[in-house]
């Protein structure tokens, strides 16, 4: 029976990662000046691209969760992680086969904000902006902690959208003082991670990473 809780529990968890990630590329936020910083496209980014020469070919278009956009007229590319001026470059290439002075201008039009989703056994379930170097106990903090510290361990659920290579999860546990292993307390969270606390039913010996 206890099996069928913890199973059931992160099922329903897992559900609402989906409206998470859905959500996640909803919260857009209006961008000025990307373009010359160095800002490298992420998931969920809006980008406007327009030609000099050829209207029709103008378009705006969002990077999906796999990290991929699909352009007019040329196939579909990976774009996550380019900064505006090299992806530019690389639209010039691909319709400089078949386009005369293909000279096009690509901006943020607007670009996703980044958070995690923090749920289960927290006092203030939900999303948590997220930061640089986030670590889980400090997502866990910002959550409001632990909602009862009362005997026992905690086990730690982080779900990872990898885009096309899915969802990797990751198992961790911590104590009621959200203590454990070092290198666990110091596990740096990622943009749309979805953290998932529960009552560890059974005393574990050691802490493990399932994929």
């Not at 859905?22 to 209006?30: D, E, T």
């Not at 961008?31 to 992420?42: A, C, D, F, K, P």
């Not at 990077?63 to 470059?89: H, Y």
Request: include cysteine.
């Amino acid at each position: 029976m206890p099996n069928i809780k913890v199973n059931s529990a992160i099922i329903v968890f897992v559900l609402a990662i989906s409206n998470f990630f859905m959500a996640c590329s909803s919260q857009l936020v209006r961008t000025t000046g990307l373009e010359s910083n160095g800002y490298q496209v992420r998931r969920g980014d809006v980008l406007e691209i327009k030609f000099d020469y050829y209207p029709d070919y103008d378009q705006t278009v969002i990077v999906g969760p796999n990290g991929r956009t699909s352009f007019r007229a040329i196939e579909e590319l990976q774009v996550i992680d380019l900064t505006i001026s090299e992806l530019r470059k690389n639209l010039i290439e691909k319709y400089s086969q078949t386009l005369a002075a293909p000279n096009l201008h690509l901006k943020v039009h607007s670009s996703s904000k980044f958070s995690i989703y923090v749920g289960g056994h927290i006092k203030k379930p939900g999303m948590v902006r997220f930061k640089k170097n986030l670590t889980i106990v400090e997502g866990v903090l910002l959550a409001g902690g632990l909602r009862d510290k009362s005997g026992g361990k905690f086990e730690i659920f982080v779900f990872r959208n990898r885009g096309d290579a899915g969802v990797k999860m990751y198992k961790f546990e911590i104590g009621k003082k959200v203590g454990g292993k070092v290198a666990n307390r110091n596990f740096q969270l990622a943009p749309y991670d979805v953290v998932f606390i529960m009552k560890s039913k059974t005393a574990k010996k050691k802490n493990r990473t399932l994929i």
